[in-house]
């Protein structure tokens, strides 16, 4: 669409985007800064290929914005920012782009993000390492650094002890020891949680015995 620009205004009330009306119609919306960068304004004569042009960095200053916002509600892994661009519309190649974008300066990165979504797991709801595995890799984190943070993440954080702590929430009614009837669904409901096997034994052995029960419940 090429012709004269014969409006512009809010796209709505207590937006910062600017609806453009070329030839009495609508053109595109573009952020203030755009406009003011571009020099857009009434009367001004744009051509087609300058229409097309604005229209693609005004969709690639939405995305970015949109990108800027989910990351600061959170943290988010390179293929969860894909998606949630993706699914508010914008297709996959502008998305991409983005996303590499973000990467660049540092905002989107799958290993610091794998290291603080492992860290806040094992601290406020701990959970064994097959658990956490799957939710990284879910998250799109890489096997590679998947594996690294594993690592890291247990060596500082042994897990027998975090499966001490989340076995608390099971047994802390039974101070003389765990009764057998209640032994199945604490052996399950560990397993479940991600610890190994060898593990949840020993410490479904422990609760049993009424041992090491001083740790906090946290989950």
Do not use: C
Not at 56 to 69: C, I, V
Not at 136 to 144: E, F, H, I, T, Y
Not at 149 to 168: C, F, G, K, Q
Request: proline fraction near 2%.
């Amino acid at each position: 669409m090429s012709g004269r620009i014969t409006a512009i205004q809010k796209a709505r009330e207590g937006s910062s985007r600017l609806a453009v009306f070329v030839d009495g119609r609508p053109a595109f919306t573009v952020s203030e800064e755009i406009a003011a960068r571009l020099g857009l304004e009434v009367g001004v004569e744009l051509a087609q290929d300058q229409v097309e042009r604005i229209e693609a960095d005004s969709e690639r200053a939405k995305a970015k914005e949109k990108a800027l916002g989910l990351l600061t509600v959170r943290a988010r892994s390179r293929r969860e920012l894909l998606d949630r661009l993706r699914r508010s519309g914008f297709d996959t190649t502008l998305s991409e782009e983005v996303v590499a974008d973000l990467e660049v300066v540092g905002l989107v990165d799958d290993e610091a993000f794998a290291r603080l979504w492992a860290g806040e797991r094992v601290r406020l709801r701990p959970v064994g390492p097959m658990l956490l595995r799957q939710e990284l890799r879910a998250k799109g984190v890489d096997q590679a650094v998947t594996t690294r943070i594993l690592d890291e993440t247990y060596e500082e954080n042994p897990e027998i002890e975090l499966a001490r702590r989340a076995s608390l929430k099971k047994t802390r009614k039974h101070e003389g020891g765990l009764p057998d009837r209640e032994r199945a669904k604490l052996f399950a409901y560990l397993v479940r949680r991600g610890f190994s096997h060898e593990v949840v034994a020993a410490v479904v052995r422990e609760r049993m015995e009424n041992r090491d029960g001083g740790a906090d419940d946290v989950g």
